[in-house]
């Protein structure tokens, strides 16, 4: 298990780096997956740009009061597109709820020693 503080540093650390991710998020009442990258994560909420940060469009989660862990992603659970790779995940769920949050580092071949 990891700690709220932790996933925060850790989300934020994706936003700094512009990291890409994909995140699947499940309920009763939604199912969504999207690529993205980190808003912003702060005050045990976490947001999302989905699509180019030009485009304004995002979606935020509250994520205080969720045990998170880091998870091997299975493929079929991933909702990944053709060519994505999920290089590690953490998941977010929160007792007494059905909410489930999953958010995938997705692996980069275009690294800058390559170019």
Do not use: H, Q
Not at 48 to 69: Q, T, V
Not at 70 to 77: H, I, T, W
Not at 108 to 115: H, I, Q, T, V, Y
Request: proline share 3%; with cysteine.
């Amino acid at each position: 298990m990891i700690s709220l503080g932790e996933v925060t540093l850790l989300l934020r650390g994706f936003a700094e780096k512009r990291s890409p991710l994909r995140v699947v998020v499940r309920s009763l009442e939604l199912n969504f997956s999207a690529a993205c990258t980190v808003y912003k994560a702060e005050g045990g909420r976490v947001a999302f740009w989905i699509g180019p940060e030009s485009d304004k469009s995002a979606i935020d989660f509250l994520i205080a009061g969720c045990i998170f862990d880091f998870r091997d992603v299975p493929a079929d659970e991933a909702a990944l597109l053709v060519g994505e790779n999920a290089e590690s995940g953490i998941a977010a769920l929160r007792e007494g709820t059905d909410f489930e949050l999953l958010i995938m580092l997705l692996k980069c071949d275009d690294s800058p020693e390559e170019k």
